[in-house]
């Protein structure tokens, strides 16, 4: 296109805008509100990704594929029961029970085509409440069990909960007038979910990691001891931690809904370096809090990340808000509550392999307190009057509301699922793993490890197939540590077919030794 042509262009639009203004800068605005709520719903919708990893790097090998599958299914399941029922009962007219749930665009009928970019990114909410799950009951829960429970919390107890925090007649955003303050209305405040999501996902954890029990190994009542539980991989752990980081961002930022209002840019950005500030004074405590005897005597990659999300997920309920020296105050906290809810955890017998509940509950709950001391406007700090006083009592109602609401449905359709005896895996399969039995998928195979230099065992198994199984040994600090808990090495040391196995000698100083052994016969 020549300079002439777009000159002409660009002249008939002025003159559009000249005749039309009103119409064209309505439009103008409706289409960057569209376009703000899609791409932070996108990268919303990412975050999923980085929860796989997270998940995935703090599971041992043997259940990869599993808690994967689960991750990917998360956006899918909530896919179809946020759009049959979900967004209904969080945003539909309610009627007469408008102030508990909403009745309309039930599969998005009568839904305007203006409200599918709110639909998309409320969406990427739900699937993230269900996901805090998952890895709650990682290594345990049953496939079955695990569709059951996403798609009642994503098509029933999360709208729900929604409706009545953010819809326009939801009890929690209407609040109450009070004599006191001359009629003066107080309600609720959690600006991008601290509790709608945050707090419900935890809690709902919660009940799903008590009604399954611990792992196999995790606790041995007799000795009062707690076993070590590793992760398979913690590079991919914090490859996942990174890219939640990056999606918090857009899940507090975006929570602002539009970006074409006088100020919306301001809150935005609020938001947004809040979130930041949050998230790393609470990274920062946590390692140093870890680094104390009392809670581990460690500089820890995982603690840190976890710390840091729970900044985040705090920071949630009044990042937009806050002062930037109030986001490293409610960050600082924050870091304090996660490794107590940790603790307290372990000391309670609870088994939760992601700690989700010290980093969604603690972290959820911390934050819709915080909203009522360092709102820097409303806040106890700053007004330090009645209405601030009655601000912090709806937080903490809305808050139990919450728990109440959730914790009871929860433990009705998890009691129901064990009662069915459908919530947790045969103890075989779970010692074994679950990607094989499960999935036939194994996310490290034995077959694809090698160097080329078993040709031998190859030609054997050949003649005479049998089945393979694969032996762990850490050799190389074997004298270092005393740990040896149940890690597993793609590297092994041993193989065993259909007989006994021989642990390896390294064949040097530096090398890595293995022996096979088929049908008793060392190779």
Known sequence: MD?????????????????????????????????????????????????????????????????????????????????????????????????????????????????????????????????????AVAERCEFVAYFVYSVFITG????????????????????????????????????????????????????????????????????????????????????????????????????????????????LARAVVNTVISGSFAAFMSLILNRLRVFGNTWSLLVTINGALTGMVAICAGCNVYEPYAACVVGLIAAIVFRTYSVLMIKLGIDDPLDAVAVHFGGGSWGLIAVAFFDSKEGIFYAGNLKSGYKLGWQCIGLAAIVAWTASLSCLVFGLLRCFKILRVPQEEEEKGLDIPKHNEPAYPVEAYGHGHIERLIQILENNPTVVTQGFANMAFEREITDKGPYENPESRHVVVNGSSEKAKPINKSGNGITITVNNTKL
């Open 3 to 135: 300079s002439e042509t777009m000159d002409v262009m660009y002249a008939a639009n002025a003159s559009n805008m000249t005749t039309e203004p009103g119409n064209n800068l309505s439009d103008l605005h409706s289409n960057l509100d569209t376009l703000f709520l899609l791409v932070c719903g996108m990268i919303v919708y990412f975050m999923q990704c980085g929860f796989a990893f997270l998940e995935a790097g703090a599971v041992r090998s043997k259940n990869t594929t599993n808690i994967l599958i689960k991750n990917v299914m998360d956006l899918f399941i909530s896919g179809v029961s946020y759009w049959l029922f979900g967004f209904a009962f969080a945003f539909g007219d309610g009627g007469e029970a408008d102030k508990f749930i909403g009745l309309k665009y039930f599969a998005s009928h009568s839904l305007p085509h203006r409200q599918y970019a709110m639909f998309f990114f409320q969406f990427t909410f739900a699937a993230t409440a269900s996901t805090i799950v998952s890895g």
């Open 156 to 267: 029933f107890i999360y709208p729900v909960v929604t409706h009545w925090a953010w819809s326009s007649g939801g009890w929690l955003t209407v609040g109450d007038s009070y004599a006191a303050l001359n009629n003066e209305v107080v309600a609720y405040q959690d600006f991008a979910g601290s509790g709608v999501v945050h707090v419900l996902g935890g809690i709902a954890a919660l009940i799903g990691a008590i009604m399954l029990g611990p792992r196999l190994g995790r606790f041995h009542r007799s000795s009062n001891t707690v076993a070590t539980i590793r992760g398979h991989s913690v590079p991919i752990a914090a490859l996942g931690g990174f890219i939640l980081f990056f999606g918090f961002l857009a899940f507090n930022g975006g929570s602002q809904l539009t970006i074409s209002n006088s100020g919306d840019g301001e809150a």
